[in-house]
């Protein structure tokens, strides 16, 4: 079964628009971890986020937020006023402790139009 | 900069020929990864290591052997090379903030392998 699901393949926006990017996990496991990256058209992999199952507490850096909600199993991105700099493919990861393997969505891809 | 460099950065090769790609890192982790990336697919684990001569297989490891005879090298070789192999591949480390065994770091990678084979 698919750990993390992220249904959006491919995401468009104009400039200045705010956008969620959604990630769905599966786990049996009380303590684990999520993750964000992001791969611009460069190809790096970039970290973003790291959260822990017992911090739901949100996140915003910047333009970017991050909506943790256990009940959901959810733990959806927003970028707000977006910008082209943003177009990227975005991954949203589970990380199990102990074994300390690593479950990647599909990833979403956004593109940014200016 | 988490000090991770894969080599070959490009490589291209026949069916059948054996490849072997590189990992290294400066910075002494304990644990490092392999991925690969394909359109459609994200990124799948192939193998993994918790230490020098401990590795383990990912959910898509048939085709791939590792090993790990150094803390700073983790090797990746597919023996006879298929099709099905070309990707992008990545070499990853986990960096853990507390060094405890239930601490998960995040994932740093590499700047990624492509392999094209004919």
């Known amino acids: 079964a698919q750990k993390v699901t992220q249904a959006q393949t491919e995401i468009s926006v104009v400039e200045k628009e705010d956008v969620t990017l959604d990630c769905v996990y599966e786990?049996?496991?009380?303590?684990?971890?999520l993750f964000w990256y992001k791969q611009p058209p460069s190809g790096e992999l970039v970290f973003l986020i790291r959260r822990n199952s017992f911090d739901e507490q949100n996140e915003i850096s910047g333009r970017y937020s991050w909506n943790f909600q256990k009940s959901t199993s959810s733990f959806n991105f927003t970028i707000t006023a977006s910008q082209v700099v943003d177009s990227a493919v975005y991954f949203c990861a589970l990380s199990e402790a102990p074994g300390n393997q690593f479950y990647f969505g599909t990833g979403t891809s956004l593109t940014v139009i200016p | 900069d988490a000090g991770i460099t894969q080599s070959p950065r490009h490589k291209v090769t026949e069916t059948g020929t054996p490849v072997t790609l590189r990992c290294h890192q400066t910075e002494n982790h304990r644990y490092m990864y392999w991925y690969r990336q394909d359109p459609g697919h994200g990124l799948r684990l192939i193998h993994y290591?918790?230490?020098?001569?401990?590795?383990d297989k990912g959910e898509v490891s048939d085709g791939y052997s590792v090993s790990r005879s150094k803390t700073e090298d983790f090797l990746l070789t597919l023996e006879s090379a298929t099709s099905s192999q070309t990707s992008v591949y990545f070499c990853a480390i986990s960096v853990h903030t507390s060094g405890g065994a239930l601490d998960t770091g995040e994932l740093f990678f590499g700047e990624g392998s492509r392999l094209t084979v004919l």
């Open positions: 290591s918790y230490g020098v001569k401990d590795t």
């Open positions: 786990t049996r496991d009380t303590t684990y971890y």
